[in-house]
Every structure is written in C-alpha cells, then in structure tokens.
C-alpha cells in the first residue's frame, strides 16, 4: 500500500534484497545470516503481539547492562 505496487511485485522485491544481502554476507564475511549464533535475540513476530515484542527487546537490553 504505501508505495503502490502489487503485493506480487513487493514479495518479489524483497526476495531479491534477501538474496543480495545473504550473497553479499557470504562473499564477504563468509557468514550466513540463517546463523542464529550470529544474533542476540530473533522473535517471530507473527507469533505474538508487537508490546510482547517490544517487551521481551527491552527485557535484553535490560539483562546486557
């Protein structure tokens, strides 16, 4: 909605910049961003509301003082 394209055309935009990305990273960094030893948190957010994301972020931020 917000820069009118086709949801179609979207998707396929962002396949495309996952693909660069995750090239990019290996090339490189010789790294593969699907590493969760690489992240300090990941949240799925299509399991939980946007404040239980918000909370459990800060909650980290709070315990890496």
Known sequence: ERHK????AAMAQVIASDRHRNQYLKKFYNTNWND???YDI???TT???LEDAAFLINNQIS???
């Open 47 to 49: 399991k939980m509301t």
């Open 5 to 8: 394209i086709p949801l179609p």
């Open 36 to 38: 969760p030893s690489l």
């Open 63 to 65: 315990r890496n003082k």
């Open 42 to 44: 990941i949240l799925n």
